[in-house]
């Protein structure tokens, strides 16, 4: 097909032509909103780095979950940031830790949103790694059956999904084996699989307190130069148990997303992470870029290169807009 015999401008004259070929469309079932809950009464922080985020107590984070439930968004993901944090990080798998508290409030209220968690130990260790400490080294094993009991903890809150973060080995399936052995087997996994070092999380560490202390996580997070690597961390997670994967951050890394989809054959979620929507966020505010329309062609990017589903800040706006 060539010019002038085939014109690729023909079917583009119009909206109604240009809807009709379209090939990716969003809609509010592709978001999962993430949220940062704290303890107390009436506490609503601003996050400066993240426009319209706060942490918050559980009567405000309710709020924002009715605001997702309004615009049929059908997933939430719980962050806690504690009230002490410890060298083992304890807080995250107490029973009246600030996730499973959490947990428990927005599921009784809205017992038809999907409520996820992250797992992981950084927000509630005292030296901000995501598994505990051999000296300066990150004790990989010696992490495992603390990230499990915080997952289990996590579905005996009422949980409907587990996401470990962390990027420890073998983190799936010890997950997998401790929710079984608890009567959670119907409790699904979703694996921040390929999960990089990445300074797009910058914001985050802020809005979750969770700065390491000293280095930094490159000895558990892949680096950014790796793509093969990619696939075989999800394959791994794929044969401990994991239910979906995920790559994280998104847009930087639409390549890994669309290999993924390519070679997985799992649900895949992308996390259009903290520095991602600061970014944007930044430069509207500067006047410099249209934010809806920049918020909207990243998000249809993302689920362009393969994603399944998106966990990602503009969760609420977007799907504002697509219901309009
Ligand atoms: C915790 C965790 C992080 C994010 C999600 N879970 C931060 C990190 O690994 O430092 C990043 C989320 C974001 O930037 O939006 N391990």
């Known amino acids: 097909m060539l010019f002038p015999e085939y014109r690729p401008r023909r079917m583009r004259r119009t909206e109604a032509l240009r809807r009709m070929i379209r090939e990716t469309a969003l809609s509010p079932d592709d978001f999962i909103l993430p949220l940062f809950a704290v303890e ?20 405000h984070l309710l709020t924002c979950v009715q605001d997702a439930a309004d615009q049929s968004i059908p997933a939430v993901i719980l962050f806690g940031l504690p009230d002490k944090k410890d060298p083992l990080g304890t807080r995250a798998y107490a029973k009246d830790g600030i996730v499973q508290k959490a947990v428990r409030a927005v599921k009784e209220r809205f017992p038809e949103m999907v409520v996820i968690t992250d797992v992981c130990l950084c927000q509630y260790t005292d030296h901000g790694h995501c598994g505990v400490l051999d000296g300066r080294e990150i004790d990989n094993d010696g992490s495992l059956d603390l990230l499990a009991r915080t997952a289990l903890s996590h579905a005996q809150a009422g949980a409907d ?34 999960k990089y070092c990445s300074a797009f999380y910058g914001p985050f560490r802020e809005a979750a307190d969770s700065a390491p202390q000293f280095g930094d996580r490159r000895t558990y997070q892949m680096d ?6 990619a696939i075989r ?3 791994m997670d794929v044969e401990e148990g994991a239910d979906i994967i995920m790559v994280k951050p998104a847009l930087p890394y639409l390549d ?13 979620a992308a996390y259009n992470v903290s520095g991602e929507f600061s970014m944007i966020k930044a430069a509207a505010q500067m006047g410099w870029v249209d934010e809806e329309r920049v918020m ?4 249809t990017a993302i689920k362009r290169a393969g994603a399944d589903m998106i966990l990602t800040y503009f969760a609420v706006e977007a799907a504002r807009l697509l219901n309009r």
């Open 224 to 229: 950014p130069a790796n793509a093969q690597e």
């Open 256 to 268: 890994i997303i669309s290999r993924l989809r390519e070679e997985i054959d799992l649900p895949l």
């Open 233 to 235: 961390e999800a394959t």
């Open 296 to 299: 909207m062609e990243s998000l």
């Open 161 to 194: 999904m587990v996401a470990p973060s962390d990027m420890m080995d073998g983190r799936v399936a010890e997950i997998r084996a401790l929710l079984d052995d608890n009567s959670f087997s119907q409790i699904p996994i979703m694996a921040y699989s390929a």
């Open 40 to 59: 107390g009464k009436d506490v609503r922080n601003p996050i400066p780095s993240m426009p319209g985020h706060f942490q918050q107590s559980i009567d």
